[in-house]
């Protein structure tokens, strides 16, 4: 019965931004981590970032670290991850993760759909 559903994806001129959102319904008892990750065209999953959900302790990819900020609502079992600054680099289907964490993609045990950025030059 779990269920992470996204939403904020879209398309956005270099140096623009944009806000994802994942809200997540079910069991999430053993979501120590709740997170993103990102796959763009021919290359692997990789780590975004991710928050603890009890202390609210933040790991970002170095890459995004001064640009984007992942935030949570536990009370409404949502995360965020505000995106400025973006650049076509970005480009990449997000997918929001749930589990255990936290940087490996193995470490995670629910997934949601993905939802497409697309940062343009």
């Known amino acids: 019965q779990v269920q992470l559903v996204e939403s904020g994806g879209g398309l956005v001129q270099a140096g623009g931004s944009l806000r994802l959102s994942c809200a997540a319904s079910g069991g999430t008892f053993n979501w120590y981590y709740h997170g993103w990750f990102r796959q763009a065209p021919g290359k692997e999953r990789e780590f975004v970032a991710t928050i603890s959900r009890s202390t609210g302790s933040t790991y970002y990819l170095d890459s995004v670290k001064g640009r984007f900020t992942i935030s949570r609502d536990n009370a409404k079992n949502t995360v965020y991850l505000q995106m400025n600054s973006l650049k076509p680099e970005d480009t990449a289907v997000y997918y929001c993760?749930?589990?255990?964490?936290?940087?490996?993609?193995?470490?995670?045990?629910?997934w949601g759909q993905g939802t497409q950025v697309t940062v343009s030059s």
């Open positions: 993760a749930g589990g255990r964490g936290v940087y490996s993609e193995n470490a995670y045990d629910y």
